[in-house]
């Protein structure tokens, strides 16, 4: 069945310093979602990825979709603590199911 | 607009106990999702439903656990004879068509 990774499962970083987590799914998307938790919150999405190699930026956040649609990425330039979560991707392979992927939680050390 | 909106927020319930789960989605969204997450854990997807269809419930344990999503009013996600192991704080999202989910604050459930 379909299957989302992600790696790292946990990242402590220096504030400054940059950081980036990674999303590959076992079968090709029609589209890829990333969402944000803060502790003891709700999941809160990001952004939106649909088209081969799209790249799409955020202020400091930057995510991509791989070329192949199977994998993705966020990456984060000089972290500040309001960055602290865990960030999920969630694949979307047509229909209206999303699969998570297992998330990432980010510390961000002053 | 109000978003999700989930209650309880916190739930206490003894061994054996039901729980009921409520979640009403954003307004204008047909389609619900529960997932469900232990402390320092993944979003582990559960059912999806449309009014009055479960679209697909292949995370959902075959024992004790049902929701539902009627014509009128929240959708409900109801756990019988409740174990230790259920506790998780248990979130519902929403969204119509492919747009994004939106989350409710979560029910967090305590089995004691």
């Known amino acids: 069945g379909q299957q989302v990774m992600q790696i790292p499962q946990y990242q402590h970083v220096q504030e400054g310093e940059d950081f980036t987590t990674y999303c590959n799914s076992s079968?090709?998307?029609?589209?890829i979602q990333w969402y944000k938790q803060r502790p003891g919150g709700h999941p809160v999405f990001l952004i939106q990825l649909v088209k081969s190699g799209e790249v799409k930026k955020q202020k400091r956040l930057t995510f991509q979709f791989g070329e192949a649609k199977k994998n993705s990425s966020l990456h984060i330039t000089a972290t500040q603590t309001t960055d602290v979560g865990t960030y999920f991707c969630a694949g979307h392979q047509g229909g209206n199911q999303f699969y998570f992927g297992t998330g990432t939680s980010l510390t961000v050390i002053p | 607009n109000a978003g999700v909106m989930q209650n309880p927020r916190h739930l206490v319930r003894r061994r054996g106990q039901e729980a009921r789960l409520r979640c009403s989605p954003m307004?204008?969204?047909?389609?619900v999702y529960w997932y469900r997450q232990l402390p320092e854990e993944g979003l582990k997807f559960m059912v999806y439903l449309q009014k009055e269809n479960i679209i697909d419930e292949s995370g959902m344990p075959k024992e004790r656990f049902s929701a539902e999503f009627p014509k009128e009013g929240p959708s409900i996600l109801r756990i019988q004879q409740v174990v230790r192991g259920d506790s998780a704080a248990y979130f519902c999202a929403s969204s119509q068509g492919n747009s994004p989910l939106h989350f409710g604050n979560g029910t967090r459930l305590t089995v004691t």
């Open positions: 079968t090709t998307l029609s589209n």
């Open positions: 307004k204008g969204h047909s389609h």
